[in-house]
């Protein structure tokens, strides 16, 4: 059985920091392609960052979040993260980990296999 167990969101003011993690089980995060979704209510899901094995590890951060987001792998620990900063009110969602196969990394929600349950974060002051 694979298992995306996501962890970290909670309530934040405007400017705050905060890091959320995916422990994934089943499935090795070192050799597949791993990306964070996120969805606000009444708004589709959308991409926000992904993380490839190949090419030494790459990754691809959406326009929306570049700069202020982070995505990244620990592959001892078989989980992936997303460090936040600069938290605005359109950053509240619930956040999702995803994961695929195929080494490119892709926004296309379709075209990943496993999925967790998702993590709330809220931007409120």
């Known amino acids: 059985q694979v298992q995306l167990v996501e962890s970290g969101g909670g309530l934040v003011q405007p400017g705050d920091s905060l890091r959320l993690s995916c422990a994934a089980s089943?499935?090795?995060?070192?050799?597949?392609?791993m990306a964070w979704f996120r969805q606000a209510p009444g708004n589709e899901r959308e991409f926000v960052a992904g993380a490839t094995w190949i090419g030494g590890g790459s990754t691809y951060h959406a326009d929306s979040v570049k700069g202020r987001f982070t995505i990244s792998r620990d592959n001892a620990r078989n989980a992936v993260s997303l460090q936040m900063k600069s938290l605005n009110p359109e950053d509240a969602a619930v956040y999702y980990c995803?994961?695929?196969?195929?080494?490119?990394?892709?926004?296309?929600?379709?075209?990943?296999?496993?999925w967790g349950q998702g993590t709330l974060v809220t931007v409120s002051s």
């Open positions: 089943g499935l090795a995060v070192s050799t597949y392609t």
């Open positions: 995803a994961a695929r196969k195929i080494s490119r990394i892709s926004r296309i929600l379709s075209e990943y296999s496993s």
